[in-house]
Each structure stands twice: as C-alpha cells, then as structure tokens.
C-alpha cells in the first residue's frame, strides 16, 4: 500500500469549479483518466525549472497512462515585464500550437532560464512553426491567466512554488503537493488516490 508524503495535505474541491480551471487550458493524457495532477508554476521559480528539467511529468504519465491527466498552469509570481512576457509568450503557444508542439515550447522557455529576449521568443516559436505568434504577443492579454490564478486560491491553499494538485474527478478529494518533492513520492500519491476506490 503505497503512503503519502507527511507535507503532503488533503481536502475535498468542487469538481465544477477544477472543470472551470481546466477549460482554460490544454489536457494532456488520456480523455477518460479519472485523475488530474495540474501544476502551477512560474518561469522565475528556480523550483520549477528543476521540475521540468527532471522532465518529471513523463515519468507519471507513463506510469499512469490510463488513469492520469495532465495540465501546466502558469502562476505569475510577480509583475515584472520579463515575467508577463514569459507567461503571455507560453499563453500565445497554448492558443497556437498543437499540444505536442505547445509542449516544447514551453519546456524551452525553461530551459532558457527564463531570461529570453522578445526576439528569442518568437524566433523559437518561428522554429516550432507556431503560426501568428508575434501578433499574438502583441495583443494577448493576461486576463485569463489571472482569473485562473484567483480559481487556484480559492481552491487551494497554498504559498509554495511548485504546487502541483492531484484531483480525483469523481470524487472531488484532493492532494496538495508543496514545492519540489521525489519523483517516487508524487507517483506514490496517485498510487494512493486510486488505491482509496478500492
């Protein structure tokens, strides 16, 4: 039986409120997977950047194929211009590209290191063949994107960098995952959650 994490904390969501958050954003992994794990993160977070390079999120989606879904929410620390940039920039992708393409985007950006160029921006998704990106950046708004992040903190509460949520869509429980854990932890919550059906 696998055991959860002692920082790890529960509760119980509204499921229509997570199918609100969920609307605004591009789903990965199987259409009838009974679990969500959304991460929030940002592009100045020195934690998340570890989290995508560890590419952790192929690690639970290949282990829970069936069962699992995926979404990458942006969460905007601060306001600075290279922030809004970097978040309108993955916004624009999202929109843009297909989700294998909206993917490699987006992991790009942190690989970078989050310190990118407009210019940089839009060459990389000129590679990627991201069509009507530039105009895209010129115009997008970050409205969406904030509104998500009020849903986030009526929902969950939290004041770490990366939080990453696991959701049972039918039961509404839910799992809060604070900053960076072990691999072996994370799989070892869902684990857990499908194992309380049993």
């Not at 004041?159 to 932890?185: E, F, M, S």
Request: contains cysteine.
């Amino acid at each position: 039986q696998a055991k959860l994490h002692p920082d790890f904390q529960m509760g119980s969501v509204n499921l229509a409120e997570v199918e609100t958050i969920m609307q605004w954003t591009k789903t990965f992994g199987a259409a009838d997977a009974s679990i969500v794990l959304l991460q929030r993160c940002d592009f100045g977070s020195t934690y998340c950047i570890q989290s995508y390079e560890q590419w952790a999120l192929f690690t639970y989606m290949n282990a829970f194929s069936k069962d699992l879904q995926y979404q990458l929410h942006g969460f905007m620390r601060d306001k600075s211009e290279q922030t809004a940039l970097q978040h309108t920039a993955a916004l624009c992708a999202q929109q843009k590209a297909n989700n294998e393409t909206y993917l490699s985007f987006y992991f790009s950006l942190y690989q970078e290191k989050w310190m990118m160029s407009q210019k940089n921006i839009v060459s990389l998704a000129e590679k990627l063949w991201i069509p009507w990106f530039e105009s895209c950046l010129e115009t997008q708004s970050l409205v969406k994107l904030q509104k998500t992040m009020q849903l986030w903190r009526s929902l969950f509460e939290f004041a770490t960098l990366p939080a990453n949520v696991l959701v049972d869509k039918q039961t509404g429980q839910y799992i809060l995952i604070p900053w960076l854990y072990d691999q072996k932890d994370v799989l070892w919550a869902i684990q857990w959650m499908l194992d309380q059906r049993e």
